[in-house]
């Protein structure tokens, strides 16, 4: 956990009341965990906070989420340095370099909430739909083959049908690896929970259903386009299915998975495999033949 706490004012959330504004910890505080965790057989660093974009900006040295990628890279051991909870108008150039020139992963967990600009307003995120549009045409630009990352928000107050229908249309356009679709939740205490014009359930639950409906369409696609290329994964472990292992494209948990033939590599390995097939969000592989 590189931070804790946040500065943004978003109104359907509550982290600010209870976490507080935002704390970064030193570089050399993370630089040493990392060493640590590097002794102790890590082979992947997963840096985490409220927002990790403004990493650094409370600091007196005004470090930054891509100097400190830069720190972390110099620390042998862990190959895959991955970012999660990036803010969309705090995606800059300087992190998009650190992703293209390895010094993370080619992975960005990047909540963009939503895509109507009414919508945007009335939640406070500070940025307009064509925003969002632009900061991932850039990163699937600069970084080809990145995996996205994405959250969204449905049933906000006011959400019209037309704002669903511009989310609805951004998230069919098959930008993001792994989506995850939420229904809106007053928050006490938020400015969110005050205002009017709910969304009925049933609609909510409908526009939740056909984001998810559409994305599975997606990724069954992606899926199938994988068969028969050879990848690299790392082995997370075992168990009375097989070997379970990820590619650089899926955080550990919450992402999708491989699943390999028992006994195929241990915890921590490197492995090049042969996809066969998928089902869902698991593609199914085995080890390729030497030199592959």
């Not at 050399?28 to 906070?49: C, I, N, Q, T, Y």
């Not at 992190?95 to 963009?112: F, K, N, S, V």
């Not at 939740?185 to 709910?198: I, N, V």
């Not at 195929?264 to 080890?287: Q, W, Y």
Request: charged share 25%; glycine share 10%.
């Amino acid at each position: 956990k590189i931070a804790e706490g946040c500065d943004r004012p978003c109104a359907f959330c509550s982290i600010p009341s209870f976490r507080g504004g935002l704390r970064s910890r030193s570089i050399d505080s993370l630089e040493r965990e990392a060493l640590g965790l590097a002794l102790r057989g890590a082979r992947e660093l997963v840096l985490v906070a409220q927002d990790t974009t403004a990493y650094g900006s409370d600091l007196p040295d005004r470090a930054s989420l891509a100097t400190l990628l830069d720190r972390l890279a110099r620390v042998e051991g862990p190959r895959w340095r991955r970012v999660l909870y990036a803010f969309p108008s705090a995606v800059d150039e300087a992190l998009i370099e650190r992703i293209a020139g390895g010094a993370a992963c080619r992975y960005l967990d990047m909540p963009i909430q939503h895509v109507s600009d009414s919508v945007l307003r009335s939640m406070r995120r500070g940025m307009s739909g064509r925003l969002v549009r632009e900061t991932v045409g850039r990163l699937l630009e600069r970084v080809p083959g990145i995996a996205l990352r994405t959250s969204v928000l449905v049933g906000y107050p006011g959400e019209s049908d037309r704002d669903f229908e511009e989310l609805r249309r951004f998230v069919g356009e098959g930008a993001f690896r792994h989506l995850g679709v939420f229904r809106f939740s007053p928050q006490e205490g938020t400015p969110a929970a005050d205002l009017p014009d709910a969304v009925p359930d049933e609609v909510v639950l409908g526009r939740q259903q056909e984001l998810l409906d559409l994305q599975e369409e997606t990724v069954r696609a992606r899926n199938a386009s994988w068969t028969g290329r050879t990848i690299e994964v790392l082995v997370d472990g075992e168990d009375g299915e097989g070997t379970w292992a990820r590619t650089e494209g899926d955080a550990p948990e919450i992402d999708g998975a491989v699943l390999l033939p028992p006994g195929s590599g241990a915890p921590g390995d490197f492995l090049r495999v042969r996809v066969a097939g998928a089902a869902g969000a698991t593609l199914f592989a085995e080890p390729a033949p030497s030199g592959a």
